[in-house]
C-alpha cells in the first residue's frame, strides 16, 4: 500500500507498560490522548520455595519485543503510518530486581519480585546494626521503612547469595537495575552500547536514593555493602535517554531509532496519566497489587499513619521534582489469580464478579489475602493470609465476595491514613488498573469509602502517563503538559449505596480480622509444617 493512501494522525507516541502480570505495549495520538492499539502477553511468576517469588528477565524482554511488533502489524493493518510513532515512554513494575552481565548481555539470576518474601532473614539482621532496631531508620532519607518490599535488600541477598554475580562484580561486569533499567539497556542497544540508566521515581523505591539530593546516596550503598559502580545513572522521567535499536536475534526493529524519552514506575505513571499534579490530588491503582498515591506537590510530607513518602514525577531535567505520600497494598487482583490458578473456583478472572454478584454479600466471610505479610500501614511481615467467619452455609460465591471486600477494605485504611496526614479528606476517589472493570468491585469501593469512586472510560493510565512523559520531553515536544491543553477525560461514577452505619460495622469486622492474621509466621517454625490459616500465595504451575 502507497504511503500516501495510511491515515494521517498527527505524532503518536507509544508505551511500554511492563506489569508485574502482563507486560503491553500501547500506541496513543498525542494530540488527542487517543488509544488506537495495543498488544497484551501475560509473564509467567515463579515460585520456586515459599515465599518466593520471580521473573524470568529474558521473558520480560522477549514480551516487550512481541508487543511492540504485534502492535505495529495491528496499526498497519488499520491503515496507520508506523513512522508517525515519534517517542517511547516505559513504565514498570517496581522494586523488582534483575543484575546482568553487561559483556553478554545475559541476566545472572532470575529477576527478585517486589512481593518476594525470602530476603526476611536479610531485613532482620540489617535491623540488628540499626540504634534500637528501628526500621524508619533511614525514612528521612528514603521515605521508606526497611522492608523485604524494597530492591536494596533484594540486592543485598544476591550479592550473599549468587557466587555469579560476586563474581561479576569482582570483574567489573555486574549491572544492576530495577525493569526498567533492564528494558532501556536492552532495547538502547544491550551489549553494544546500551543505556544503563534509572528515573528518580523509580530510584525512590531501591532505598539506596536521596529523595531530597536526588542522588545515591554513599552511606546508604555503604549500610547495604551495594557497589556504587554497578547502580544505573538516575535521570529525570521525561527525556531523551537513548534511541531504540534493532534486536536481531528476535527479529524486531519496527521503532529502530526512535527515542525512548520517558520513564516513570507504574504507580508514579497512573498518577500523571490520571492527571493528578496538583497538590492533593490522589488515585488509587488496581493491579496485582493496590496503590494509593497522594500528591504533595514540591514538598515531601512524611506519613505518622504507615504510608511512604515517595517521588511522583520530575517532568524534565529543569524541572521541579514533586512528591507523593504512597498506600500501598500487597495483594489486590492478585487473590482472584490465586482464586483462579491456586483454587481453581474460577475459570477465569472475569468470573470472579459473576460469583460475587449472585450472592451480593460476603455473609459474615472475612479474607485477609496477607500472603506476603501486610504493607501499609501496618508492614507487618508476620502475618499470613486467612479466611475467618467461616459457617456451613459459606460457599465459593461469598468466597469471592470477600475476595472483592477485601481490596476495598485495604483501600479504605489507606485512604484513612492518607486523610490523616493530609488533614483534608478527599472527597471523592480516581481509580484506575485492570480491577476497575469490575462493576461490582467498584461499587464495593464506594459503598465501604463513603465517598464516590470516578473511573475514567479509558483506564490504561498507567500506560498514558508514560506515554505523556515521552511525548513532553525536550527534543520530542509533541505533547503538551500544560493544564489548558489537556484532554477532558469522560469518567463512570459509582456513588455510596448502603448507609454509612452498615459501612463502619463491616469496616470493624474486618479490623478485627486482620488482627488475627498477624503475628503468624515466626522464623522458627519448621519449614515442612503447612498450616490452614497461613494462606499463602504459591503457584500451582511449574
Given at each position: 500500500m502507497a504511503a500516501s493512501d495510511r491515515m494521517v494522525l498527527g505524532p503518536l507516541v507509544g508505551s511500554i507498560d511492563q506489569g508485574t502480570s502482563s507486560t503491553r505495549f500501547l500506541v496513543f495520538n498525542a494530540k488527542t490522548a487517543e488509544l488506537l492499539s495495543h498488544h497484551q502477553v501475560e509473564i509467567q511468576q515463579k515460585f520456586p520455595k515459599e515465599g518466593w517469588v520471580e521473573q524470568d528477565p529474558k521473558e520480560i524482554l522477549k514480551s516487550v519485543h512481541e508487543c511492540v511488533e504485534r502492535t505495529c502489524e495491528k496499526l498497519q493493518q488499520l491503515n496507520i503510518d508506523i513512522t508517525n510513532i515519534k517517542a517511547i515512554g516505559v513504565s514498570n513494575q517496581r522494586e523488582t530486581?534483575?543484575?546482568?552481565?553487561?559483556?553478554?548481555?545475559?541476566?545472572?539470576?532470575?529477576?527478585?519480585?517486589?512481593?518476594?518474601?525470602?530476603?526476611?532473614?536479610?531485613?532482620?539482621?540489617?535491623?540488628?546494626?540499626?540504634?534500637?532496631?528501628?526500621?524508619?531508620?533511614?525514612?528521612?532519607?528514603?521515605?521508606?521503612?526497611?522492608?523485604?518490599?524494597?530492591?536494596?535488600?533484594?540486592?543485598?541477598?544476591?550479592?550473599?547469595?549468587?557466587?555469579?554475580?560476586?563474581?561479576?562484580?569482582?570483574?567489573?561486569?555486574?549491572?544492576?537495575?530495577?525493569?526498567?533499567?533492564?528494558?532501556?539497556?536492552?532495547?538502547?542497544?544491550?551489549?553494544?552500547?546500551?543505556v544503563h540508566c534509572t528515573d528518580v521515581t523509580n530510584a525512590s523505591r531501591t532505598m539506596l536514593f536521596n529523595i531530597h539530593s536526588l542522588e545515591w546516596d554513599p552511606e546508604l550503598c555503604q549500610f547495604f555493602d551495594i557497589p556504587m559502580e554497578i547502580l544505573p545513572k538516575v535521570r529525570s522521567s521525561s527525556e531523551i535517554y537513548g534511541l531504540m535499536k534493532i534486536c536481531p536475534s528476535l527479529k524486531s526493529g519496527a521503532l529502530t531509532g526512535v527515542p525512548i524519552s520517558g520513564c516513570l514506575g507504574d504507580q508514579s505513571a497512573a498518577l500523571v496519566g490520571q492527571m493528578c499534579f496538583q497538590d492533593g490530588q490522589a488515585k488509587n491503582t488496581y493491579g496485582t497489587g493496590c496503590f494509593l498515591l497522594c500528591n504533595t506537590g514540591q514538598k515531601s510530607v512524611f506519613s505518622e499513619h504507615g504510608l511512604l513518602t515517595t517521588i511522583a514525577y520530575k517532568l524534565g531535567r529543569d524541572k521541579p521534582v514533586c512528591y507523593a505520600l504512597e498506600g500501598s497494598v500487597a495483594i489486590a487482583g492478585a487473590v482472584v489469580r490465586w482464586l483462579r490458578d491456586n483454587l481453581g473456583i474460577v475459570k477465569t478472572s472475569q468470573e470472579i464478579e459473576k460469583l460475587a454478584a449472585e450472592v451480593g454479600t460476603s455473609y459474615g466471610c472475612y479474607f485477609v489475602p496477607a500472603f506476603s505479610g501486610l504493607y501499609a500501614p501496618y508492614w507487618e511481615p508476620s502475618a499470613r493470609g486467612i479466611i475467618c467467619g467461616l459457617t456451613q452455609f459459606t460457599n465459593k460465591n461469598h468466597i469471592a465476595f470477600a475476595a472483592l471486600e477485601a481490596v476495598c477494605f485495604q483501600t479504605r485504611e489507606i485512604l484513612d491514613a492518607i486523610n490523616k496526614d493530609c488533614g483534608i479528606p478527599l472527597n471523592q476517589l480516581q481509580v484506575d488498573g485492570g480491577m476497575t472493570?469490575?462493576?461490582?468491585?467498584?461499587?464495593?469501593?464506594?459503598?465501604?469509602?463513603?465517598?464516590?469512586?470516578?473511573?475514567?472510560?479509558?483506564?490504561?493510565?498507567?500506560?498514558?502517563?508514560?506515554?505523556?512523559?515521552?511525548?513532553?520531553?525536550?527534543?520530542?515536544?509533541?505533547?503538551?503538559?500544560?493544564?489548558?491543553?489537556?484532554?477532558?477525560?469522560?469518567?463512570?461514577?459509582?456513588?455510596?449505596?448502603?448507609?454509612?452505619?452498615?459501612?463502619?460495622?463491616?469496616?470493624?469486622?474486618?479490623?478485627?480480622?486482620?488482627?488475627?492474621?498477624?503475628?503468624?509466621?515466626?522464623?522458627?517454625?519448621?519449614?515442612?509444617?503447612i498450616s490452614v490459616v497461613g494462606l499463602r500465595n504459591e503457584s500451582t504451575e511449574d
Open positions: 530486581t534483575v543484575v546482568w552481565d553487561k559483556t553478554t548481555g545475559e541476566p545472572l539470576y532470575n529477576a527478585i519480585v517486589w512481593l518476594d518474601l525470602r530476603t526476611q532473614s536479610t531485613v532482620e539482621r540489617l535491623l540488628k546494626r540499626i540504634p534500637g532496631k528501628n526500621k524508619a531508620y533511614f525514612k528521612f532519607r528514603t521515605g521508606l521503612p526497611l522492608s523485604t518490599y524494597f530492591s536494596a535488600v533484594k540486592l543485598r541477598w544476591l550479592l550473599d547469595n549468587v557466587e555469579e554475580i560476586r563474581q561479576a562484580v569482582d570483574d567489573g561486569r555486574a549491572m544492576f537495575g530495577t525493569i526498567d533499567s533492564w528494558l532501556i539497556w536492552s532495547l538502547t542497544g544491550g551489549k553494544n552500547g546500551g472493570n469490575n462493576k461490582v468491585l467498584m461499587q464495593l469501593q464506594s459503598d465501604i469509602l463513603c465517598i464516590p469512586v470516578v473511573k475514567p472510560s479509558m483506564p490504561e493510565t498507567t500506560a498514558l502517563g508514560a506515554a505523556m512523559a515521552a511525548g513532553a520531553a525536550e527534543g520530542v515536544g509533541i505533547w503538551s503538559l500544560n493544564p489548558g491543553d489537556l484532554t477532558a477525560v469522560t469518567c463512570e461514577r459509582f456513588e455510596p449505596q448502603i448507609n454509612p452505619e452498615e459501612s463502619e460495622f463491616r469496616y470493624a469486622r474486618w479490623k478485627k480480622a486482620v488482627m488475627k492474621s498477624m503475628g503468624w509466621e515466626t522464623s522458627e517454625a519448621p519449614s515442612n509444617v
